[in-house]
Antibody
Framework: EVQLVESGGGLVKPGGSLRLSCAAS????????MNWVRQAPGKGLEWVSS????????YYADSVKGRFTISRDNAKNSLYLQMNSLRAEDTAVYYC??????????????WGQGTLVTVSS | EIVMTQSPATLSVSPGERATLSCRAS??????LAWYQQKPGQAPRLLIY???TRATGIPARFSGSGSGTEFTLTISSLQSEDFAVYYC?????????FGQGTRLEIK
């Protein structure tokens, strides 16, 4: 069974940093592109970042470019999102999601339950 | 950036009836379109990809159609568990973008 479990969310002050993690199991992690998608309270879904299976290709939404860094450790079956210079508008539930291909983030076939990030003073 | 526009924002339908949800792209996305269902407090679930292919385990009452810029998700006979928010997403261009969602509520 595919499982994605996010952790690392919490309350942080504007300008602060946070590192999210996603632990994957039930599939060959190194064979899939992985992604972060967020959802602000009461709002819709927003794609944040994608990383290919071998980390060769990385993409970011303009809203987070230069502040967030996606990475993965295939030996540990883990995905990460380093978030710096956080703003109030980054407040959201952050989902880890698997893409159904190794190199290109296509559609997202499995999702974690999400971790809440709240940016507030 | 490709803008995905879903209509209507809210759809009220009685159980057992058919629901038709629309999604329009601001430019062609070919058939690179997915649909997701999200219930309160839950993660989204993939329903349809490639505009018309049902994901694993998705009941046959869910069907998708369209290509280019116009897409439709049809639920043929609504069950109680189908009342949720539905999102479309294009994966033809970067950035990947979602529609704003259609809330399907019980009439």
């Amino acid at each position: 069974e595919v499982q994605l479990v996010e952790s690392g969310g919490g309350l942080v002050k504007p300008g602060g940093s946070l590192r999210l993690s996603c632990a994957a199991s039930g599939f060959t992690f190194s064979s899939y592109s992985m992604n972060w998608v967020r959802q602000a309270p009461g709002k819709g879904l927003e794609w944040v970042s994608s990383i290919s299976s071998s980390s060769s290709y990385i993409y970011y939404a303009d809203s987070v470019k230069g502040r967030f860094t996606i990475s993965r450790d295939n030996a540990k079956n883990s995905l990460y999102l380093q978030m710096n210079s956080l703003r109030a508008e980054d407040t959201a539930v952050y989902y880890c999601a698997r893409a159904a291909s190794p190199e290109v983030a296509t559609f997202f076939d499995y999702w974690g339950q999400g971790t809440l990030v709240t940016v507030s003073s | 950036e490709i803008v995905m526009t879903q209509s209507p924002a809210t759809l009220s339908v009685s159980p057992g009836e058919r629901a038709t949800l629309s999604c329009r792209a601001s430019q062609s996305v070919s058939s690179n379109l997915a649909w997701y269902q999200q219930k309160p407090g839950q993660a989204p679930r993939l329903l349809i990809y490639g505009a018309s292919t049902r994901a694993t385990g998705i009941p046959a009452r869910f069907s998708g159609s369209g290509s280019g810029t116009e897409f439709t998700l049809t639920i043929s006979s609504l069950q109680s568990e189908d009342f949720a928010v539905y999102y479309c997403q294009q994966y033809n261009n970067w950035p990947r973008t979602f529609g704003q969602g259609t809330r399907l509520e019980i009439k």
